[in-house]
């Protein structure tokens, strides 16, 4: 509702200190680690960051009534559904309420008509382009929603199975499908339970209090819909068969379907229940007996493979790496030392440099940078030169205060400038240990301008790391339109940096780009972009997605010592 709210209020044209302080507490509601109900009980609303008076008296009300009176009256003035329009690829604020008071457009299907009749692009700062992209972006919205974001399917389900685990009749699970394979987004829900008595497990699957509707009741498969929307699937089988069915309820389909060919090739089919052999004809051997595989790795050694890890189950190469005993050594978690890109309250972060380090070493981090916005991003606070130089000086006093085992660097997250030029002079960025350049604006440019935009970032020898180089947001912000050749080329030139963002809303870049990356020897940094201490437990989201694209830990620079990551950053700057 706050949300909603924060974007009617700008459509009005308010003032950004209200619909930014709307926003703040949407996002602080939206993180928090507690039930919201629990903590309107203990009276301690206004102890949430970001929550004064008023937003907790507001939140009171919709706790109690259901409703916001607030939020009822301003609809009155701005059609809610603006928002809706808000959420399509390329249309802000702005825009909604230029397509509004122009054509009376309030809702997408009007918006999407008038842009089918040509009617957007004579308007103010619109183009023929530019309707365009609002009919693309349009689509990719059609298309997105069914599919769920990793970051919110993969608790959900670690949730319901913690919960089905603790019920003596399960021995193990195991969450498997495209979650396992950590796709971004998500269909379904798979879930995997060995146990020989399932229909006490099955009862309190259906029973859960998420569940909004039961879609299937059986003694060995049941489904069904949560609240939120997501749909999940729980199978239960015996302990004897775990590691067929944990390998085939993976997948993925393609990587299925060539494990059956070659069981096939080698005697054997091969279903969800076992391997059996068959004829040269592929007939099933009547009296033979089933092999049943109690784990993934008994089942790949009979296919002659060594276990491959679930995210690279996509054939796309790991089956003839396997077969080659040629598989990647995978990043790991443990392997990060250190978050290169953390912000702070001196631009849109929740928390003090000091906190943030302090998280982050509890964390086991073992060097941090702090790097928040540049000047130019006023909705983030971005800092002024003299901000920025003040808060290099507290920054230098708090890494001298925790002592050489854990060290603070100053940083930026420097905006790439519409025009492609950098936010900070050349004899700012100097001073600086280390610079992140990111593209925040004016994200739906040309191929050629945006191309430009990131070629101008990783050519300046101060810029060590390109910040979430696509800028995609997950599920409904595309990736801007970039020739990634070109990108690739000149950071593997100029051995400029490419982040994977750990924020389970970007994962920028994407595992296939990052293979690419790392395939041409381009360096990687995966990092929390973390504004407060929960996003910086987000890490592991950043290292599934490098683990799909076949990333190994050393072309990583965040895994390094800190002495191997000083001296890079050194010497790349000569
Ligand atoms: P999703 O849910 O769309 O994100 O993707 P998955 O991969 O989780 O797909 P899902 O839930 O339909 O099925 C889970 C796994 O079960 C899938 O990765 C492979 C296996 N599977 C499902 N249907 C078939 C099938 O018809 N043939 C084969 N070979 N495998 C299947
Ligand atoms: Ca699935
Ligand atoms: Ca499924
Ligand atoms: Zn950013």
Redesign the pocket.
């Known amino acids: 509702m706050f949300e909603k709210v924060s974007i009617m209020l700008q459509i009005r044209g308010d003032n950004i200190h209200r619909v930014l302080s709307y926003k703040r507490a949407a996002e602080m509601i939206r993180e928090l680690p507690r039930d919201l109900r629990a903590i309107a009980d203990d009276g301690a609303l206004t102890e949430i960051p970001n929550i004064g008076n008023t937003l907790a008296e507001k939140i009171e009300e919709m706790l109690d009534t259901g409703k916001l009176e607030f939020y009822e009256r301003l609809s009155q003035e701005v059609p809610p559904t603006l928002v809706d329009i808000v959420n399509i690829n390329g249309v802000g604020p702005k825009k909604a309420k230029l397509f509004w008071e122009t054509l009376g457009v309030t809702t997408i299907e009007q918006l999407e008509a008038a842009a089918r009749e040509g009617k957007l692009r004579d308007l103010p700062g619109m183009g023929v382009k530019s309707e365009q992209k609002i009919i693309d972006g349009i689509e990719a919205l059609a298309r997105q929603t069914g599919?769920t974001p990793l970051g919110i399917a993969l608790p959900a389900a670690q949730d319901i199975l913690d919960e089905l685990l603790k019920l003596p009749q399960a021995i193990e699970g195991e969450i498997?499908?495209?979650?396992r394979?950590a796709?971004p987004?998500?269909?379904?829900v798979?879930l995997l339970i060995a146990s020989d008595d399932p229909a006490p497990i099955m009862d309190a699957f259906v029973n859960m209090q998420q569940v909004d509707r039961v879609l299937g009741h059986g003694p060995t498969k049941s489904s069904v819909e949560l609240l939120n929307g997501v749909q999940v699937?729980l199978r239960i089988l015996p302990k004897e068969r775990w590691g067929t069915a944990l390998s085939?309820?993976?997948?993925?389909?393609a990587h299925?379907?060539r494990l059956?060919e070659r069981a096939l090739k080698m005697g054997y089919s091969l279903n969800e229940h076992a391997l059996r052999p068959v004829d040269d004809v592929g007939n099933l051997i009547d009296d033979a007996d089933e092999i049943l595989c109690a784990t993934e790795e008994a089942l790949y050694q009979h296919l002659g493979l060594a276990w491959i890890p679930p995210e690279l189950r996509e054939d796309s190469g790991e089956i003839e790496a396997a077969d080659a005993n040629k598989l990647p050594e995978l990043i790991t978690i443990d392997d990060i030392q250190a978050d290169l890109h953390i912000h702070t309250t001196y631009s849109d972060g929740k928390l003090s440099v000091r906190e943030m380090a302090e998280e982050a070493r509890r964390r086991g981090r073992k060097y941090i940078v702090i790097t928040d916005h540049s000047r130019s991003l006023g909705i983030a606070n971005g800092l002024s030169i003299e901000r920025l130089l003040a808060q290099q000086e507290e920054v230098r006093n708090i890494d001298d205060e925790m002592g050489p085992d854990f060290r603070v660097f100053h940083g930026t997250e420097m905006d790439i400038n519409a025009d492609g030029s950098l936010d900070y002079p050349d004899d700012i960025l100097e001073q600086l240990d280390f610079v992140i350049a990111s593209l925040h604006v004016s994200l739906r440019q040309d191929r050629e301008q945006i191309t430009q935009r990131l070629l101008n970032a990783i050519q300046n020898p101060h810029v060590d790391l390109i910040g979430h180089p696509r800028a995609q947001q997950i599920p409904n912000r595309e990736p801007v339109d970039a020739d990634m050749d070109a990108v690739f080329a000149a950071a593997a030139k100029y051995n400029t940096a490419l982040e994977i963002n750990a924020n389970p809303r970007r994962l920028d870049l994407e595992a296939q780009y990052a293979r690419r990356a790392a395939e041409m020897g381009i360096l990687l940094s995966i990092n929390t972009d973390a504004h407060s201490a929960d996003q910086m437990d987000l890490l592991h989201f950043g290292v599934r997605t490098a683990r799909r694209g076949w990333v190994e830990a050393q072309c990583v620079i965040n895994t390094w010592p800190v002495e191997q990551f000083l001296e890079w950053v050194q010497n790349r700057e000569r």
């Open positions: 599919r498997a499908g495209s979650i394979r796709r987004t998500i269909g379904d798979d699937d085939y309820f993976t997948g993925s389909q299925n379907v059956r």
